[in-house]
């Protein structure tokens, strides 16, 4: 599961999607059912730090009195 640190976020999804569509199928081994449930709970966490990520990375343009860009803030909520 060390592959997962490096993936992106569009490939964590997928790799996801794949699993989830795996495990509904029904026709997974018990075992392997098992690793797959792992591997998405992995890939899952990635996909929520990654978002985490990039939510701190947003941020609003300030403008001054003259209304010219003068800074950002980090938007709050996201």
Same mark, same amino acid.
């Given at each position: 599961?060390?592959? !997962? ?6 490939? *964590?999804? %997928? @790799?996801l999607e794949t699993v989830v569509r795996d ?10 059912? !098992? ?6 709970? *992995?890939? %899952? @966490? ?29 938007v709050e909520g996201l």
């Open positions: 599961m060390n592959d !997962i640190a490096s993936m992106s976020f569009e490939e *964590a999804m %997928k @790799a495990l509904e199928s029904g026709n997974v081994e018990l075992e392997k059912s !098992i690793g797959l449930y792992e591997r998405g709970a *992995a890939l %899952k @966490a990635h996909c929520e730090r990654k978002l985490k990520e990039a939510e701190e990375k947003v941020a609003r343009i300030t403008l001054g009195p003259d209304g010219q860009p003068n800074g950002t803030v980090a």
